[in-house]
C-alpha cells in the first residue's frame, strides 16, 4: 500500500508543467494520493514566463497516468465565492479533502515609489485572503479525527529582504504568522498546519544568467528544483509529520543570501 493511498489532496495554482504546484502533485500522486488542483490562466497569461493554454489539461493527463483520480477546475481565487466553489466541486467529484496545499500566489515587481492601493489589494486577495478562507473551510469540513493537513508556500520573507517586491513580501510574510496562529486553533481537529519556504527556485521563471548568479549563494552548487520543495511536502503530509505543526520550514538548501 501506498503512503498516501486513499488521500485527497487540493493543491492551488498549478498551472504550468514546470511549476512547483505540479511538483507537489506528481510527488503526491505517486504516493497514491488523489488530486484535485485548481488554475488561472488569465493571470499566466499577464507573467513574463512562457506558459500554454493547454498546459493544465497536459499536467491532468501526466498525473492520471499515476493511477489516481485526479479532478481540476480554473478559478480565481481573488473572488469572494471561490472557496464554496472549490469545496462542492472537489466534494461533488473526489470526495472529502484530507490535505490542502495553499500554493497559489499572486507576484508583481512593486517598491514603495510605485506600490498602489491597487497592486496591495491585488496581492492580498490571493496570497492572505484566499489562503485563510481556504484553511478555515477546509477546517470546518473536516470531520476525520486525525489526519488532516494544511501546507502553505512562504518565500522566506523574514530571511531576508525582498527589494523590489514589497506587496509580495508584505502579504506572503503574513502567511508566517496565519500558519503559527491557525495550527493552534485547528489542533484539537486532528489537522497539522505547517508553511514550506522552498528559496530560489527554478520554476520557469530563472534566465542562465540568473542561475550562475544563485548557483554560489548554494553549498550544494545547484539552485532549486520543483521537486526539491514538493518531497518536503510529500513528508509534512504524511503520517511520520503528524507531531509538526505551527512550522515554517526552510527548505532551501542552505541558500546564502
Not at 499566466?44 to 491532468?60: G, H, L, S, T
Not at 497516468?65 to 473526489?94: G, H, N, W, Y
Not at 513528508?235 to 532551501?252: M, R
Request: hydrophobic share 40%; charged share 20%; with cysteine.
Amino acid at each position: 500500500m501506498k503512503p498516501l493511498e486513499g488521500k485527497i489532496a487540493i493543491v492551488t495554482g498549478v498551472s504550468r508543467l514546470k511549476g512547483i504546484g505540479t511538483a507537489i502533485c506528481k510527488e503526491l500522486a505517486e504516493a497514491g494520493c488523489q488530486i484535485f488542483f485548481t488554475y488561472w490562466t488569465n493571470y499566466d497569461k499577464e507573467m513574463p514566463y512562457e506558459v500554454a493554454v493547454d498546459e493544465p489539461m497536459m499536467i491532468k493527463k501526466e498525473l492520471e497516468k499515476l493511477d489516481v483520480q485526479v479532478a481540476c477546475m480554473e478559478l480565481d481565487l481573488s473572488e469572494t465565492i471561490a472557496p464554496d466553489q472549490l469545496f462542492q466541486q472537489v466534494r461533488a467529484q473526489i470526495g472529502a479533502p484530507d490535505i490542502l496545499i495553499n500554493n497559489a500566489a499572486y507576484s508583481t515587481n512593486s517598491d514603495f515609489t510605485t506600490v498602489t492601493a491597487e497592486e496591495l489589494d491585488n496581492h492580498y486577495l490571493v496570497n492572505i485572503r484566499a489562503t485563510t478562507l481556504l484553511s478555515s473551510h477546509f477546517a470546518q469540513t473536516f470531520t476525520k479525527k486525525r489526519g488532516g493537513r494544511i501546507v502553505n508556500l512562504t518565500s522566506g520573507q523574514f530571511q531576508g529582504a525582498m527589494p523590489g517586491e514589497l506587496a509580495y513580501a508584505t502579504t506572503k510574510g503574513a502567511i508566517d504568522a496565519l500558519t503559527l496562529t491557525l495550527s493552534a486553533e485547528v489542533g484539537h481537529l486532528g489537522i497539522t498546519v505547517n508553511a514550506i519556504n522552498p528559496g530560489p527556485t527554478n520554476s520557469g521563471w530563472m534566465t542562465e544568467e540568473i542561475k550562475r548568479n544563485l548557483k554560489p549563494m548554494f553549498p550544494s552548487g545547484r539552485v532549486g528544483e520543483p521537486k526539491d520543495a514538493a518531497k518536503a511536502i510529500k513528508f509534512l503530509v504524511s503520517e511520520d509529520a503528524e507531531w509538526i505543526t505551527g512550522q515554517v520550514i526552510h527548505s532551501e538548501g542552505g541558500f546564502n543570501r
